[in-house]
C-alpha cells in the first residue's frame, strides 16, 4: 500500500529552529567556534532534584496536559520566588508559565 501525503501537508517547511540548530552543530563538530542561537537546549544535565520531582509526579499519576497557563501552585510558586528573590510583588493570575518562547507567541494568538 503507497501512501501520500495531503497538499497542505506536503506544503509544509521544515522547522526553522531545527534546522538553525543542525547546522551550528554540523559547524561546532567541523571545529568552528558557534554560539548557537537555535533551540533552547541546555549544555549541562538536568539536576537530580528535578528528575527526582519529574519522577515522583508520574508514580503520582500526574500524566496528563495542565493548564496552558501553567498550574496554580506553579503559578502561586513564581510569585513566591519573585517576592522573596527580586522584591516583586504579583498576583498569581499575572503570571503565564511556558515551555518557551514559541509556544508563549502561539498562546498569545
Not at 561546532?28 to 542561537?37: P, T
Not at 532534584?49 to 519522577?55: C, F, L, R, S
Not at 508520574?58 to 513566591?80: D, I, N, S
Amino acid at each position: 500500500m503507497e501512501y501520500k501525503l495531503s497538499e497542505r501537508a506536503a506544503s509544509l517547511a521544515p522547522s526553522m529552529t531545527l534546522a538553525i540548530t543542525a547546522k551550528a552543530k554540523e559547524l561546532k563538530a567541523a571545529g568552528e567556534d558557534v554560539i548557537g542561537l537555535g533551540a533552547g537546549e541546555p549544555d549541562f544535565d538536568t539536576p537530580e532534584h528535578i528528575k527526582e520531582a519529574a519522577a515522583k509526579a508520574l508514580a503520582g499519576g500526574f500524566t496528563k496536559y495542565t493548564p496552558a497557563a501553567g498550574t496554580p501552585e506553579l503559578r502561586e510558586a513564581v510569585v513566591r520566588k519573585f517576592e522573596r528573590e527580586n522584591g516583586l510583588s504579583y498576583d498569581p493570575q499575572q503570571v503565564i508559565v511556558s515551555s518557551g518562547g514559541k509556544h508563549s507567541c502561539y498562546n498569545v494568538m
